[in-house]
């Protein structure tokens, strides 16, 4: 039998950065200013930006970016991989894909985001599943999300 501890390792946080165990973060960056809550998973090549809240149970893998100013309610799920040939790409990181969330971006809980860029001022309701580029400000919601309103 094999057993991991992670809990915080290689981790590059900034100032006043807030972490409630127990969670797993490892070789990645929290900027200034920024929460994460408890039974969280923060992976390597992830950066989050200042002035962040990441609830309680959310997922987040490589290659996440999240801009400053953004909320990630509970039970979030992030995806890298999108199983292309009808099975996980395993360790193979060249199939893996990037998210890219800007600024002031607000994800409801249990969301799921698929690899995707969101721009700037943008709400995803909670339960919503984002399977595609957001480049419009506004609120989003639904499987798939859409447009509900500008903001």
Known sequence: MKILSVSLRDVQLGNNVTIIEPCNIYECQIGNDSFVGPFTEIQRNVTIGEKCKIQSHSFICEFVTIGNQCFVG????FVNDLFKEGKPAGGDKSKWKS??????????????????????????????????????PGIYAGNPASLIRTI
Do not use: F, Q, Y
Not at 74 to 77: A, W
């Open 74 to 77: 509970h039970g979030v799920m």
């Open 99 to 136: 998210t890219r969330i800007g600024n002031n971006v607000s994800i409801g809980s249990n969301a799921t985001i698929l690899p995707v860029e969101i721009c700037d001022n943008v709400v995803i309701g909670a339960g919503s599943v984002v399977t595609k580029s957001i480049t419009v």
